[in-house]
C-alpha cells in the first residue's frame, strides 16, 4: 500500500536525501531559491540529456546553442520585456506584504476562477466584490494594482547609470531568436529548422513558490522552430503532441498530464497552450507551446537594424520566418518526476519503506555498490565500482547494515545494488538486488556490467 505524500514531506526527504537543499540555508535562506545536491544533479542532468536527445540530437532540423545569460539591453525592449514582462501586484495597507492579485483571485476560488483572462480592473473589482482578506494578516486593505517588472537588473561597469542597465535574461528564448541568422548561415540551414538550448533564467518572483515551482533563478529547456507561414499551425500541433511524449517518456504517467489552452493570448501569439501536471498542491504548467507568428523576429529586425529575412534557395523569395516555440521549464519537470516517483511503501511485514521509483533513464545513480562487511569486502568492492563506474553512474555505500543501505539506495531511486561478499572473493559471483522487487539474483563478475545493462534497457 502506497501513502500519498504531502509537499513538507518531500521537500524533507529531498533535504535529507542530498537532492534538494534550501538555498544558502546557513544563512537562514533567501526566499525562492534552492540548490541541487549531490543526487538532484544527476537527476537534473538526465533530464537534460533526455530532452536534448529528443529535441536536439533526434531531429535532423534541429541545432544548439549556448547564447550568453547577460544579453544587449535593446534585445529586451525589443522582445517587449522592458515594457510589460510584468506581474500585476497589490500590497496590504496593514500588514504591508505584498500579493499577485491573479494568483489571490486563483487560491480564493480554488483554481475555479481563471484570473488570466482578466483585465487589472476586473481583478481589482473580483478582489473588492468578493471581500478578499489579506492571507497573511486577514483584514481586508488592499492597494490598487500596480505592474512590477519581474526582470533583474543589474549595472555593467563601475557607474550606476541608467544607460548602464543590463538584465539577467528571463528566458532563454531570445538567445535563440537573435542567433537565427548566425545559426542558419553557419550550417547552411534551410527551413524548416529548429534551435535548442538549455539553460538558467530569472524572475523576480514575489510569490511563495511551492518548494521549487516557482524560483527566482531557474533552468529552460526551449526549443523555437522556424518555419515558412502557413506551416505554423502543423508544427504547433506537432509539438503539442511531442509533449506529452517526451512527458510520458520520463515516467509521468499521462493521467496527470493535461493541456490548458491559452484564453488570453500575448498580442503577438497566434496560439499558446500550457502542459499541466497534477502536483499535490493542484495543477500546474510544467510546460507551454507557443505560436509566436513572425513577432520575434520582425522585432529584433525593427531594433537591431539587422535584416531578419530568410532567402528561399528555390524561389529567391525573401521572407522573415514564423516560430512555433516548445518552452520547459527543467526544475518544474523534476518537481513532478519526484512528487511521482515517491512513495511510501507498506511491505508484507508491516515496515515501511521509502522508495523513488524513476525511470532507468533517469534514476540519479543506476548502480550502489556494496560491501558486505568494511574490513574484508572492501577493497573487492572498489574494484567493483571501478569497472561499473566506466559505464553507469554509481554509488559506493559502506556505512551501517545491509539492510538499512539497501533502504537508502530505496530512497534515492537507485535501480540496483551490488553485494560484494566472500563469494565475490572465492567464487567471483555478486549479489545483485533489484529496487523494486528487492529479489536478489547472483551474477558472476565478468558478466555483471553487460546483466545491468540489459536490465536497464528492459
Ligand atoms: N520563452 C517562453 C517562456 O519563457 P514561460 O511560460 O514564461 O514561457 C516557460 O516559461 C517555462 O519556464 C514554464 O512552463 C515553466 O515551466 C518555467 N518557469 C517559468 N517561470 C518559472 C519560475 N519562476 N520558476 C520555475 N520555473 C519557471
Known amino acids: 500500500m502506497e501513502k500519498k505524500i504531502s509537499m513538507e514531506k518531500l521537500v524533507n526527504h529531498c533535504k535529507n536525501m542530498g537532492i534538494i537543499f534550501p538555498g544558502s540555508e546557513i544563512y537562514g535562506g533567501l526566499a525562492n531559491s534552492w540548490d541541487y545536491g549531490p543526487v538532484g544533479i544527476e537527476l537534473k542532468n538526465n533530464v537534460k540529456k533526455a530532452w536534448w536527445t529528443a529535441f536536439v540530437q533526434e531531429s535532423e532540423h534541429s541545432m544548439g546553442v549556448d547564447a550568453s545569460i547577460l544579453m544587449n539591453p535593446r534585445v529586451w525592449e525589443a522582445s517587449g520585456h522592458v515594457a510589460s514582462f510584468a506581474d500585476p501586484l497589490m500590497d496590504c495597507r496593514e500588514c504591508k506584504t505584498r500579493h499577485r492579485a491573479d494568483k489571490l483571485i486563483e487560491n480564493h476560488s480554488k483554481g475555479g476562477v481563471n484570473a488570466d483572462a482578466m483585465s487589472n480592473e476586473e481583478m481589482e473589482g473580483y478582489i473588492i466584490s468578493h471581500k478578499f482578506a489579506c492571507p497573511v494578516c486577514g483584514k481586508h486593505n488592499f492597494t490598487p494594482i500596480r505592474q512590477f517588472n519581474l526582470m533583474f537588473q543589474t549595472n555593467r561597469g563601475v557607474t550606476q547609470e541608467k544607460t548602464n542597465i543590463i538584465y539577467l535574461r528571463p528566458e532563454t528564448a531570445q538567445g535563440e531568436f537573435v542567433n537565427f541568422l548566425n545559426v542558419q548561415r553557419s550550417l547552411r540551414m534551410k527551413l524548416p529548422f529548429g534551435i535548442g538550448q538549455i539553460g538558467k533564467a530569472f524572475r523576480n518572483e514575489i510569490t511563495p513558490g511551492n518548494f521549487t515551482f516557482r524560483t527566482i533563478e531557474f533552468e529552460q529547456m526551449e526549443h523555437q522552430l522556424f518555419c515558412k507561414e502557413g506551416q505554423d499551425q502543423d508544427f504547433y500541433d506537432f509539438y503539442k503532441g511531442k509533449s506529452m511524449e517526451f512527458l510520458g517518456g520520463l515516467g509521468l504517467p499521462a493521467e496527470k498530464l493535461r493541456f490548458k489552452d491559452h484564453e488570453k493570448l500575448a498580442h503577438y501569439a497566434k496560439a499558446a497552450c500550457d502542459v499541466e501536471y497534477q502536483f499535490n498542491f493542484g495543477w500546474g504548467e510544467i510546460n507551454g507551446v507557443h505560436n509566436r507568428t513572425d513577432f520575434d523576429l520582425s522585432r529584433h529586425q525593427e531594433f537591431s537594424g539587422k535584416n531578419m529575412e530568410y532567402t528561399d534557395p528555390i524561389t529567391n523569395e525573401k521572407f522573415i520566418p514564423y516560430v512555433v516555440e516548445a518552452s520547459y521549464g527543467l526544475d518544474r519537470i ?27 533513464e533517469i534514476a540519479p545513480f543506476k548502480v550502489g555498490v556494496m560491501p558486505l562487511i568494511k574490513k574484508l569486502h572492501a577493497e573487492k568492492a572498489h574494484e ?23 533502504r537508502r539506495q530505496d530512497a534515492i531511486g537507485t535501480h540496483f545494488c551490488v553485494t560484494v561478499d566472500d563469494e565475490t572473493i572465492n567464487n567471483g559471483t555478486v549479489t545483485v538486488r533489484f529496487r523494486d522487487s528487492m529479489a536478489q539474483e547472483v551474477v558472476k563478475l565478468e558478466d555483471l556490467k553487460d546483466f545491468i545493462s540489459k536490465k536497464l534497457e528492459d
Do not use: C, Q, W
Request: proline share 2%; charged share 35%; no cysteine.
Open 334 to 360: 523534476i518537481l513532478a518526476l519526484l512528487d511521482n516517483a515517491y512513495e511510501i511503501e507498506t511491505l508484507e511485514d508491516g515496515t515501511e519503506r521509502e522508495v523513488m521509483r524513476f525511470k532507468p
Open 384 to 406: 567493483v565500482y571501478r569497472i561499473l563506474a566506466k559505464k553507469f553512474r554509481v554509488i559506493f555505500d559502506e556505512t551501517g547494515s545491509i539492510g538499512k543501505r539497501y
